[in-house]
């Protein structure tokens, strides 16, 4: 079965800092994988996938995530947190097959001044 | 850009009664899905949706839950008979095909309080 682990429900960084959200997969199949950004009273917004392409992956707002097969990672950066960046994070894992996708718990990402 | 809507925004029933969730999916998608975040917990997938039938459902949607397409462009979910445990934000989405890769496009959400 596929899942997602999300590391801290809680990060804290300052304005200008890097940006790193952690997130582990499990599947016993070669997963995709996204990245999902979640703003007060909003919908989720799709940040970034990965899809057996390249394994270094840019998104919206200058995120970026990396698929690590023998880590089993694909933990999300942004090297420098601004204000607007403060949210919820969804990692999330699909497979070819199903149609479901299946999130992970999510961490909320709070930036300081 | 095309974005995928939900009304409303907020529910309150009571407990045992029934409700209809909308949505409108962005209109050249093909497929269409329900996820539920009760509160402090994961986004879960309820169920999908194409060509008029249930593509897959989870556990979770069971014969409390339904899903119609009425006419071309709305797609709802109806939960009868409410629980207490109902009470989630209900997100919708939609996408282009159902590929596992293809990216779904979700809603804003409706939050359900049942009482």
Not at chain 1, 40 to 64: C, D, H, M, R
Not at chain 2, 3 to 21: D, K, R
Not at chain 2, 30 to 55: A, M, P
């Amino acid at each position: 079965a596929q899942s997602v682990t999300q590391l801290g429900s809680h990060v804290s960084v300052s304005e200008g800092a890097l940006v790193l959200l952690r997130c582990n997969y499990s599947s016993s199949v070669p997963p995709y994988l996204f990245w999902y950004v979640q703003y007060p009273n909003q919908g989720l917004q799709l940040l970034l996938k990965y899809t057996s392409a390249a394994t270094l992956v840019k998104g919206i707002n200058g995120f970026e995530a990396e698929f690590k097969k023998s880590e089993t990672s694909f933990h999300l950066t942004k090297p420098s947190a601004h204000m607007s960046d403060a949210a919820e994070y969804f990692c999330a894992v699909s497979k070819d097959g199903g149609f479901k996708t299946i999130f992970g718990a999510g961490t909320r990402l709070f930036v300081k001044a | 850009e095309p974005e995928v809507t939900q009304t409303p925004s907020h529910q309150v029933t009571q407990m045992g009664q029934e409700v209809i969730l909308r949505c409108v999916p962005i209109s050249n998608h093909l497929y269409f899905y329900w996820y539920r975040q009760i509160l402090g917990q994961k986004v879960e997938f309820l169920v999908s949706f194409y060509n008029n039938e249930i593509s897959e459902k989870s556990e979770i949607f069971d014969d409390q839950f339904s899903v119609e397409r009425p006419d071309g462009s709305n797609f709802t979910l109806k939960i009868r008979s409410t629980k207490l445990e109902d009470s989630a934000m209900y997100f919708c989405a939609s996408s282009e095909s159902g590929g596992a890769a293809d990216t779904q496009y979700f809603g804003p959400g409706t939050r359900l309080t049942v009482l």
